[in-house]
């Protein structure tokens, strides 16, 4: 009989730089760490979404969000600051 060995990914004190382009109706979101480039994507405007991505992906990371200001770009920023990613 085969035993499966399961891992938990941990993410612990590693930096994820999340890339906005906040527009109305999606985000343009990029995720780089220490230089690389991992993903980009296009998702609904919701900071929900993209926290539990980051979550569910990049699990007990320190996560800094990043977007130009804009109409759209500051109820985003405090959404993004209540579910614990930063914004530099």
Same mark, same amino acid.
């Given at each position: 009989m085969q =035993? !499966? $060995?399961t891992k938990k990914l941990d993410f612990s004190n590693q930096n994820f @730089? $999340? %890339?906005l382009d906040v527009h109305k109706k999606n985000w343009l979101v990029t995720i780089l760490t220490? %230089?690389?480039e991992l !993903? =980009?994507?296009s998702q609904p405007p919701s900071a929900n979404i993209l926290? %539990?991505?980051l979550t569910n992906n990049y699990p007990n990371g320190h996560y800094y969000s990043? @977007?130009?200001a804009g109409f759209c770009g500051?109820?985003?920023h405090r959404e993004l600051l209540s579910l614990g990613i930063k914004t530099l």
């Open positions: =035993t !499966k $060995i @730089y $999340i %890339g220490d %230089g690389l !993903k =980009t994507f926290a %539990g991505y990043a @977007y130009e500051f109820s985003a």
